[in-house]
Structures are given as structure tokens and as C-alpha cells.
């Protein structure tokens, strides 16, 4: 798998929707009342905002990954090792508080083993190793996700309805509306659903 830095360069939250509303004055106010409207936020107010910080530090990560790996090549095998183990470090960070997904950073981790690990047979065990450790991870996820479902009271009736819907459906010799069977159990199962979370 070729390391594909791009991926997890910056996820973009964008500034769209920083945009600011000016309220008119009054129709029946006159012109001098218009300077007691209220003034947006100042610019550095905004510029400040966890949502710009938490912006410009993926910017700053993406552009980190993005001249690591452009100068990887030319660092003696020290520096280059330390400023990878940098990068791995805020990736750990940054996965555990969900603001790179699963995938980016396994992308990247393997990009990583692959720049910094020069044996053919060490970076072969260095990916095993990472393919394992996600591995485990996802599992680990996917368990924790089974036992919230198993315990979600909505799902379960859902789970409920879906049987009795499939079995129905399946037995129609005729399906109303002239729909395919598939789309017909789509949707009575989409309208199952929406109902077990109304409830």
C-alpha cells in the first residue's frame, strides 16, 4: 500500500461558516440611532475561537506530515527516526479525541514504517505489527458498539420488527404498487426504523 499523505494532510473544517449578521436599524429610528446597533465581533474575538484554533492546528499538522515525508530522505536516520516518533505521537493524540479517523491514521502510520525503516524483512514484522494492533483495535471497537446496540431499547425493537417485516414481505405473492420486492422491503424497513426511534 503506497503511503498516501494526502489523505490526512488537513480534514478541513472551513471558516464558511464563521459568517457574521448585521442587524439593520429600526425603520422607524433615525439615522443617528444607527450607531447604537451593537458591532460584530472583533476580528481577533473570532480569530481566536477554538473552532479557528482547532483549524489552523490541523493545518499545522498537515503541513508538519507534508514536509516530513518531502525531507525524510535527506535527514541522517536519527533525526529522521525522532521526528517520525513526533508525528506518531500526535497521531495517538489526535485519534483519541476523533479528529482523524481510524483509516487516515493507519495510512499515515504505515507511511511512516515505510520511510523509516529501511530492512526489507524489519518493515515487513513493522507493518504485521501495525496490521495487528489495528486490527485488535477494530475489534475492540466493533465489541463495544454490539454490547451500546444490546443495550439500546430502540434498536432492539427495531431488531423486532425487522424479523416480523422480512418474513411478511417475503411472503407477499404480491407486492403492492408494482414495486420490486427489494425496494418494497427497503422501504418498509426504512419506515420501521424511523418509527422504533419516534417511540
Known amino acids: 500500500m503506497k503511503p498516501v499523505v494526502a489523505v490526512v494532510a488537513v480534514c478541513g473544517l472551513g471558516l464558511g461558516g464563521l459568517w457574521l449578521a448585521w442587524p439593520g436599524p429600526h425603520p422607524a429610528a433615525p439615522v443617528r440611532a444607527a450607531a447604537t446597533v451593537a458591532a460584530p465581533p472583533p476580528v481577533a474575538a473570532m480569530a481566536d475561537s477554538a473552532v479557528v484554533r482547532e483549524y489552523r492546528e490541523r493545518e ?21 527516526q525522532r521526528q517520525a516518533d513526533t508525528l506518531r505521537e500526535e497521531l495517538r493524540q489526535r485519534e483519541a ?18 520511510v523509516t525503516v529501511d530492512d526489507p524483512q524489519e518493515q515487513a514484522d513493522a507493518l504485521n505489527a501495525l496490521g495487528e ?15 451500546q446496540l444490546a443495550a439500546d431499547a430502540q434498536f432492539q425493537r427495531y431488531k423486532q420488527d425487522e424479523r416480523r417485516i422480512v418474513e411478511a ?11 420490486s420486492r427489494d425496494a418494497y422491503l427497503r422501504e418498509q424497513l426504512q419506515q420501521a426504523r424511523e418509527a422504533a426511534y419516534r417511540r
Open 97 to 114: 479525541d476523533r479528529s482523524i479517523s481510524a483509516g487516515e491514521s493507519m495510512n499515515l502510520q504505515i507511511a511512516l514504517v515505510r
Open 133 to 147: 494492533q489495528f486490527r485488535a483495535q477494530a475489534d475492540q471497537a466493533n465489541q463495544a458498539w454490539l454490547q
Open 60 to 80: 499545522r499538522f498537515g503541513d508538519d506530515v507534508h514536509d516530513f515525508f518531502a525531507r525524510a530522505r535527506s535527514l541522517d536516520p536519527v533525526a529522521r
Open 169 to 179: 414481505v417475503m411472503a407477499m405473492p404480491v407486492i403492492p404498487g408494482g414495486m
